[in-house]
């Protein structure tokens, strides 16, 4: 517009959609990206190929014993497959759980929906690490549940649920929960209700309508937390440290045993570009069939 | 559920109920009542609608026809009085079992369903055989000239074509009633006139009972059988087309469907069937009315822009009045004259001569049957 109404001197300076504008803005993000993203990922790359020595001490001379370790050893497959069976496990519950306060959240006729939406929030403002810990204190030995269960006589000795997969799983639960519940309500908010209604007025009953409309027009948002919540309970390594035992351990965790414990910089190295490489994939693979499905969706629009 | 219907039955009626003579009313409104906490949408309203006739809820927005169009379709809960379809008393029937066809404003296509799966959806339902239901489909859109587009998703087609498909939805498995909620509103104006040529003949070849809720009355003049004028919740009148624009009942309806001139004034004479009235702003007027008329009764004298001429007719007392503005149609002009009334008179005619200018005086009249005195 202004362009337009300016003389031809105009087009020389800076206008506010000039293209070069726009890179200007996005360089400072571009650059700490690049410096301490890319550039740590392209070093940790070249670690892969190091030879290690000794505790702490490695050699440049290029090697691919590391990869070849990783490929042969079942003690790091044992570990990838758990980690993904965590991951996978904890996403499911997550969806089927999350499912139905984003469904409640939708369908409910209180007025104050932003209300419930903050109260999905509202664990955040806890620090994450207080938030695993708390966890010790309901499941421990000395713990909420076994407790009140001793007390009542229900179990004669404390149960073991702390340092266990299944604390772990629970940890991650509460960890990821609300990303999941937010992720589905986003899908359903944008369905709309004439449809079902449309749906019911056809011969569907309320169940019906929900399997016929509902659910697969929600199905976006819940691929959408399912990828999320996956990832981020593959990769997680605080909750696996603090609520499940030395069994227990992710694939997050192996690395910081590598790197910090073993002092195996090139292992540690390949340990982690695996990880990276495979949550990568997943996430990859997830955003070529979201974008066919965003496209779907785009012409239902 | 046979369990509520029985029950539904064996409950008195409310009222007195008419002997069942011949068939019974397609749908039939009985003081039907919709409250939503303290605001009442629509009260004590009535109705019977004749089965295979096209009748239109006329009305502003918030005057309780789309209410009264849920209310059937069980979107929304009526509080008082009752509803029936085909003589079953359908408000406590859930709304998956009332057998009627729905068309939204905003078409409601299920996006990630292709058209046979849209068009197939109620037939799926009632537990149509499969092959049946491939069969109806494919002449359900032959209906709605969309033949062959079972593989497309409704996004691939343009909104008329949408709202087609949607037409074809609701008709496939011949529902008691087809419920039609402003289906042209979402469209252009071309798409618009040709959408309601297409639903009454759709409409007429099918014979099935269609109500259609509109605010516009051009749709509901050219589309109904009957039209039902509404306002704040109640029906200001019922009758066919003609009937609700030639001898409106109310000032509303007159007012509501095409623009009409209101003269306010008084009966100063009664000569066997013509009066004489005063105007508010001195001048008088001839009008003949089916209604007897006492001296000195108020009446309000209603005149469609097109029954004024200029020259007044032979044997009408002329308004004089001055030109404030004239809008040339071709062929046709629009004057609006100031003839000392509350409001600018409007007089819609053929063009003879040369056009008055603003400004002009002029003389104007009716003969004393094309009013309705009110």
Known sequence: MTADRLPATAKRGWSLYDPRLAWLLVAPAALLLICFMILPIVVMGIYTFYTFVTAGVEE??????????????????????????????????????????????????????????????????????????????????????????????????????????????????????????????????????????????????????????????????????????????????????????????????????????????????????????????????????????????GLGG | MPDAMNLTESRPLAGASPAPATAPPAVEFRNVEVAYGKFVAVQDFSLSIEKGSFTTLLGPSGCGKTTLLRSIAGLVDITHGQISIGGRRIDDVPIYQRNIGLVFQNYALFPHKSIFDNVAFGLKYRNVPKAEIATRVTRALEMVRLPGSERKLPSQLSGGQQQR??????????????????????????????????????????????????HDQEEALSMSDRIVVMNAGRAEQIGTPQDVYDRPATKFVADFLGKANMLEGKVATVTGSVASVTLTGGQSVQITSPRQLSV????????????????PPPGASPLRGKVVSSSYLGGRVIYEVDIGEPALIRVNTAISGALAAEGAAMELGFAPADCVVL
């Not at chain 1, 758990?82 to 999350?98: E, S």
């Not at chain 1, 209300?115 to 309901?138: A, D, E, G």
């Not at chain 1, 035992?245 to 390949?270: E, K």
């Not at chain 2, 618009?192 to 099935?208: A, F, L, N, S």
């Open chain 2, 165 to 214: 498909i949607a037409l074809a939805r609701a008709i496939v498995f011949e529902p008691e009633v087809l419920l039609l909620d402003e289906p042209l509103s979402a469209l252009d104006a071309n798409m618009r006139e040709e959408m309601r040529v297409e639903i009454k003949k759709i409409q007429k070849q099918t014979g099935i009972t269609a109500l259609f809720v509109t």
């Open chain 1, 60 to 297: 440049a001379s290029l090697t691919v014993a590391n990869w070849h370790e990783f490929f042969t050893d079942s003690y790091y497959h044992g570990f990838l497959l758990k980690t993904l069976r965590v991951g996978m496990v904890t996403a499911l519950i997550c969806a089927v759980v999350g499912y139905f306060p984003a469904y409640f959240i939708w369908a409910t006729a209180f007025r104050q929906k932003w209300l419930l939406l903050l109260l999905l929030i509202v664990p955040f403002w806890i620090s994450f690490t207080i938030r695993t810990f708390s966890w010790i204190h309901i499941l421990g030995e000395q713990g909420l549940i076994n407790v009140w269960a001793m007390k009542l006589g229900l179990i004669e000795a404390p149960m073991q649920m702390l340092y266990t997969e299944g604390a772990v799983i629970m940890g991650l639960l509460h960890f990821l929960l609300p990303y999941m519940i937010l992720n589905i309500y986003v899908s359903l908010e944008g369905i709309d209700r004439t449809l079902v209604q449309a749906a019911r007025s056809m011969g569907c009953t309320n169940a019906q309508a929900f399997r016929e409309v509902t659910l697969p027009l929600s199905l976006p948002g819940l691929a959408a937390g399912l990828m999320l919540c996956f990832v981020l309970a593959a990769g997680s390594y605080v909750t696996p440290q603090l609520l499940g035992s030395g069994r227990d351990a992710l694939f997050g965790n192996l690395i910081y045993d590598t790197i910090m414990g073993q002092l195996n910089w090139p292992m540690g190295a390949t340990l982690s570009i695996v990880l990276f490489f495979i949550l990568g994939s997943v996430a990859a693979i997830y955003t070529r069939f979201m974008g066919m499905s965003q496209i779907v969706k």
């Open chain 2, 296 to 311: 000195g009764e108020a009446v309000t004298v209603v005149v469609r822009p097109q029954m004024l001429t200029t020259p």
